[in-house]
Every structure is written in C-alpha cells, then in structure tokens.
C-alpha cells in the first residue's frame, strides 16, 4: 500500500512540475523573444519581452544582462530552468537555461547589453538596440 501511495506522490508532483513550465512556456508565447543577433528590435509600450542564455555556473559560463535606458526597458524578472532538474544537486548539475524578462515601460529608444563571460573572461559582447513606440 505505501509503494502505491508513493507513486501517486511522485505522479502528483511531476504534474505539478510540467503545469510550471506549461505555464511559463504559455507566458512567454505572449512575449518577444529576444536573440543576441537580432541588433535591433521594436515593441510596442507595454510590450513584454525575453532573453535566453545557456549558462553552466560550475564549469565557468556565465552571462550578464545590463539595461541601458532603463526607464524605457523595464527589468522585470529572470527565472532558472535546470537542464536535468534531477541531477540539479550533483556536481556539475546545475547546468540550465538563465531567462530575463524585460517591459517596454515607456517611447523611447534602449540599449540591452549582454555579456558573455567564461571563467570570468569577457568572451562576447552583443547589444540589441530596443525601439519603444506608443501604441
């Protein structure tokens, strides 16, 4: 009876963990993703958008996001999804995907700075010039 019990736990508990990332997955169908490619983007005021970043903390990659204007580009949140969650506590576990999340607060012209840093090492620099009109 107790090994039954516990499979429900279990069952519960990864549904619970796949309705999370549904629901952060639905939240980001209304945004603009944003690449490091990209040099230039428009949103509208209001407008939501995020960035992606493969980091690895333990092995030395990491990445820095800086908002120039941020009265223009509002920081909203970032959040952290393991790559392996079950893995998560071992060595070397915490590899993932780091997402920020940004708001276009107010017309005006931003500069989203993202630097890529290896073992602390600057090893790239893009810049994505972000264009906010009115609705």
Same mark, same amino acid.
């Given at each position: 009876?107790?090994? /039954? @019990?516990?499979?429900?736990?279990?069952?519960?508990?990864?549904?619970?963990? !796949?309705?999370?990332?549904?629901?952060? @997955?639905?939240?980001?169908?209304?945004?603009?993703?944003?690449?490091?490619?990209?040099?230039? #983007? !428009?949103?509208?005021?209001?407008?939501?958008?995020?960035?992606?970043?493969?980091?690895?903390? !333990?092995?030395?990659?990491?990445?820095?996001?800086?908002?120039?204007?941020?009265?223009?580009?509002?920081?909203?949140?970032?959040?952290?999804?393991?790559? @392996?969650?079950?893995? !998560?506590?071992?060595?070397?576990?915490?590899?993932? /995907?780091?997402?920020?999340?940004?708001?276009?607060?107010?017309?005006?012209?931003? #500069?989203?700075?993202? /630097?890529?840093?290896? %073992?602390?090492? #600057? %090893? @790239?620099?893009? %810049?994505?010039?972000?264009?906010?009109?009115?609705?």
């Amino acid at each position: 009876m107790k090994q /039954i @019990n516990y499979l429900w736990l279990v069952l519960a508990l990864c549904m619970l963990g !796949s309705c999370s990332t549904a629901k952060k @997955n639905q939240a980001k169908k209304n945004m603009v993703k944003l690449s490091a490619l990209q040099g230039e #983007v !428009s949103l509208k005021k209001g407008q939501k958008a995020y960035y992606e970043a493969s980091v690895h903390g !333990s092995v030395g990659y990491t990445v820095s996001v800086l908002v120039q204007n941020d009265a223009v580009l509002k920081f909203v949140e970032s959040n952290y999804t393991y790559k @392996n969650p079950e893995k !998560s506590h071992m060595s070397g576990g915490d590899e993932g /995907i780091k997402t920020y999340v940004f708001e276009a607060a107010k017309p005006g012209q931003a #500069v989203l700075k993202i /630097i890529e840093k290896f %073992r602390g090492d #600057v %090893r @790239n620099t893009h %810049r994505i010039k972000i264009d906010v009109k009115d609705k």
